[in-house]
């Protein structure tokens, strides 16, 4: 008997994933399509990946005329592309020089060496992030990462990692010292429940970096590529970090990545201490530059402020109606956080079956992160499902 493609997926890969109930066939604009002629709005965007939504022409065409002039050569190599991409990506942020990647945690990685090597020369070795964040699952990023189910049997860890209790000055005070290297900050957590780094802590933290002379890494993976409503999340917050790591919707759905330094940081990765076969692969580059050029040509900062302020308020509105139901709504433009007074697996699943797709993390709060290209009729059918949602789930919990 012939197996379909749910026992396949069983039988040759490796148990990582509890996936989603549905067999895609195509997707386009900020719709999915399973094989069974579903339709899904996408409020989850491919882990924020899906910044323009699917099958976008200009990515695509981009995509296609790299692929047939070159896909791979190695970074021995001027490549055109992979340069144009490097100058816009500084153009967008102000830093003068990057490494590209293929992820997110390689950009961590990254920026680890970076930080290890700096302070090298200076006796500072300390490496500190926040509770409950996630940096990646590769090992130099998972001693950083503050979550538990992602960390146990993997121990030991780096050494010399600490983490601070997220928005906890006087903790961060204690914690900080002369010997730390960098301090790294997710300005707004994504995994750990979409939480937003109080202004307090932001204004304590570079207080101590100038009294202590350690290096700050924003990771931006998530948060950035104008998720925020800003280039990057830290922005909201008037300071420049040391570093910045970025991934998620840089590719324009290929895997890319990337950890962008500032001047003084500029040349302390010399030839050969550090490098990567596929990082910047030149397909990548193609799509990530057509990707970021689409976004400013759309101004999609101002779109996403828009749209992002009338899903917050929609939500907000909700709350209202269901106070015993959502305890808060929180979040920067199109990255967006309801947590609820429940678990909310039950919910996101119910709202797979009414055709939304979204996310439950840290166990209570359902994530959004839709393409950054969606529009308020798309909030107000997402808000009508999840309204329809909680109503039904309020009048079974009340039998």
Known sequence: MEMNLRDKESQYLLHTYKRLPIEIDHADGVYIYGKDGKKYLDFFGGIAVNALGYNNPRVKAAIIGQVERYMHVSNLFYMDVQVELAEAICGISGYPKVFLTNSGTEAIEAAIKIARKWGSTRNKS?????????HGRTMGALSLTDRPKYRQGFEPFLPDVDHVEFNNVNELRAKVNDSTAAVFIEFIQGEGGVNVVSKEFVEELFSLKRKHDFIVVADEIQGGIYRSGKAFSFEHFGVRPDAVTMAKPLGGGLPLGGVLVDEPLQEVLGYGAHGTTFGGNPVACAAGLATLRELSERKIDSHVTEVGKYLRQSLLDLRSKFPNFISEVRGLGLMVGVECKIECAEIVSELLS??????????????????????????????????????????????
Not at 126 to 134: C, D, E
Request: charged fraction near 20%; proline fraction near 4%; aromatic fraction near 4%.
């Open 126 to 134: 300390g490496l500190l992030a926040l509770t409950n964040s996630f």
């Open 354 to 399: 009414k055709g939304i797709l979204a996310n439950c993390t840290n166990g209570n709060v359902i994530r959004l992160l839709p393409p950054l290209v969606i529009e308020k009729e798309h909030v107000d059918l997402f808000v009508s499902r999840l309204g329809e949602t909680v109503l039904e789930h309020s009048k079974v919990t009340t039998k």
